[in-house]
């Protein structure tokens, strides 16, 4: 297996960030020693990725720490740089609550924040190893079949989107691991192409079989019968599971229910937010209209056309079939909802939750 990517790193005195908006053709790291350096990196979406964005976040802290101290800032400036990275970004959770998290020991100095960040970082990966043997058991006794997979997935949620290994992604790799994929297909994942260029990238590494579609064939693959079940990661996912996924995601949900095929969300507990009650509540980034009027730089659509460009959307939580997180799995069409079984504080097993 090749060499696990770290897509955010701390060196020391900074974070080394891959730039993924170079990927699949350019694979370069970005030094980030300022706030407004790494503000810029999360909006541009060199970093993205909800886990990985609450992995830099957490660092963040410790870079406005030290930018603070190089640059003479009071604690008050170093404050308002900490929320200027919690705010880069709306719409996933984990960016803000890895910066809460890491706010908790702001008062005992940079070691100690750090610390924090480092644990924010080594949870997230042992989270992804988690699920991604809960999700793979469900998914193979849910499909019932004695044959290898065809999973769907949209967007990227593998080692580049979170501190490594791999949300939806990581179950695909451990299903890969068992010999249990047949193929995937990848949508694309319009406007930024993070399924082409990403997913695709992660799926060649590791040497998975699969085929890029765009995302308009996603919902006919469906229904032709060619897709067993669809894996897809999650962005806020809301106390009643109304997930809040990369925009195209709720068409595949659709499709998968018209034909009877489990539609499974593969998160850690960071990304369920239990203070927002339903999908209603969350907060869609809006990125610019550029993003979908041009294809790679060249205008596209006529000059008079506006843009709409929501980056997400939400997926209502009657039509996922499993929430898969670090703690097993919840049926949450079927009435397991996340703000009756995630908020007891404990872990518990698949078992326990089905
Ligand atoms: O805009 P992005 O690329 O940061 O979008 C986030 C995502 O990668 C997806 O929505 C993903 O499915 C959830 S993060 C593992």
Redesign the pocket.
């Known amino acids: 297996m090749p060499q696990e990517l770290r897509a955010v790193d701390w060196t020391g005195s900074g974070l080394a960030l891959i730039d993924q908006t170079l990927l699949p053709h350019r694979h370069e790291t970005v030094a980030v020693h300022d706030v407004d350096t790494l503000v810029d990196a999360i909006q541009r979406?060199v970093v993205?990725?909800?886990?990985a964005?609450g992995a830099a976040g957490a660092y963040g802290v410790a870079l406005a720490i030290i930018e603070g101290e190089r640059e003479g800032w009071t604690e008050a400036e170093v404050r308002a740089a900490v929320a200027r990275v919690r705010e880069a970004r709306p719409t996933?959770v984990n960016l803000m609550a890895g910066v809460d998290r890491v706010m908790t020991r702001f008062g005992e100095g940079l070691d100690a924040v750090l610390e924090e960040a480092a644990a924010v970082q080594r949870e997230d990966v042992a989270a992804n190893r988690a699920m991604g043997v809960f999700g793979a058991d469900w998914l193979v006794q849910r499909v019932g079949v004695e044959r290898p997979l065809r999973i769907l997935t949209?967007?990227?949620?593998g080692a580049l989107?979170?501190a490594g290994w791999g949300?939806?992604l990581g179950v695909i790799r451990e299903l890969h691991a068992r010999g249990l994929v047949e193929v995937v297909y990848a949508d694309e994942t319009r406007p930024?192409l993070?399924g082409s260029r990403l997913t695709a990238w992660e799926l060649v590494q590791e040497g998975i079989p699969h085929y890029v579609q765009a995302d308009g064939a996603a919902a006919g693959t469906i229904l032709r019968g060619e897709v067993d079940a669809a894996v897809?990661?999650?962005?806020r996912i809301a106390a009643n599971g109304d997930t809040a996924?990369?925009v195209g995601t709720v068409g595949v949900a659709l499709a998968c229910a018209d034909a009877g095929i489990p539609f499974l969300v593969a998160a850690p507990t960071t990304t369920v937010d239990l203070a927002t009650k339903t999908g209603d509540e969350i907060h869609i980034e809006l990125r610019g209209e550029a993003e979908v009027l041009e294809w790679a730089g060249v205008r596209t659509a006529p000059a008079e056309s506006r843009g709409h460009n929501p980056?997400?959307d939400v997926t209502p939580g009657r039509l996922v079939t499993g929430l898969v997180t670090e703690r097993g799995v919840l049926e949450v069409s079927a009435g397991e909802l996340p703000g009756d079984r995630l908020n007891m504080g404990r872990s518990v097993s698949s078992s326990e939750l089905r």
């Open positions: 979406l993205r990725g909800a886990p964005i996933a949209h967007c990227n949620t989107a979170t949300t939806a930024l993070q897809v990661g999650a962005d996924n990369k980056a997400f």
